[in-house]
């Protein structure tokens, strides 16, 4: 770990995090389960609009939860995210991740981060936001997901006939996973 940021509870949280967390809350990724940084920022740089007038590329995506330490632990174990990072603050932690061997080699990856962020409560309302990652073994991926004590919302199922196979799971705080492996070839 890189260490860890305290911020003081007189300045609250610097305005350029407070804009990253509004853009990033309501980011919906695709990563590349492989840990391919290569792989990760390709997609990253072919899904930048054409009109932006800058380069424009995906920072990170974030997910909350009321234990925010014990959610990353699920990320973790269920996908193989290391922690990069970590900021503490009054009321909260915030725990950067990504994809890795190792946390060194997570923090070399280039690629968009997940951010997992402390909130007041696990009742989530709203099932649009989400996290969708591309596995290349879904049956695999859902039981690492179930022994890290993640839950299936929906088992995977083919996507009409494309081959592509979709399951949703739900973390230990509530938020959506939507995993999907591409048809294999022929």
Do not use: C
């Amino acid at each position: 770990m890189n260490g860890i940021v305290k911020w003081s509870s007189r300045g609250g949280v610097p305005a350029g995090v407070r804009v990253m967390a509004v853009v990033a809350a309501m980011a919906i990724v695709t990563v590349i389960v492989s840990g391919s940084p290569t792989a990760a920022a390709a997609a990253a740089a072919a899904a930048a609009p054409a009109g932006a007038g800058a380069s424009v590329s995906l920072n990170a995506a974030r997910v909350g939860a009321k234990d925010a330490a014990g959610v990353a632990k699920f990320y973790e174990t269920a996908f193989g995210l290391q922690e990069v990072r970590r900021f503490e603050f009054p009321g909260g932690v915030e725990i950067l991740m990504n994809f890795g061997a190792t946390a060194d080699a997570a923090k070399a990856n280039t690629g968009a981060e997940i951010v997992v962020m402390h909130r007041d409560s696990d009742e989530v309302k709203d099932t649009i936001p989400h996290l969708i990652f591309t596995v290349t073994d879904i049956n695999a991926t859902v039981a690492a997901l179930k022994a890290a004590g993640g839950k299936m919302e929906s088992e995977p199922k083919e996507f009409g006939k494309t081959g592509i196979m979709i399951g949703i799971a739900v973390d230990p705080a509530g938020n959506r996973i939507e995993m999907i492996q591409q048809a294999r070839k022929k």
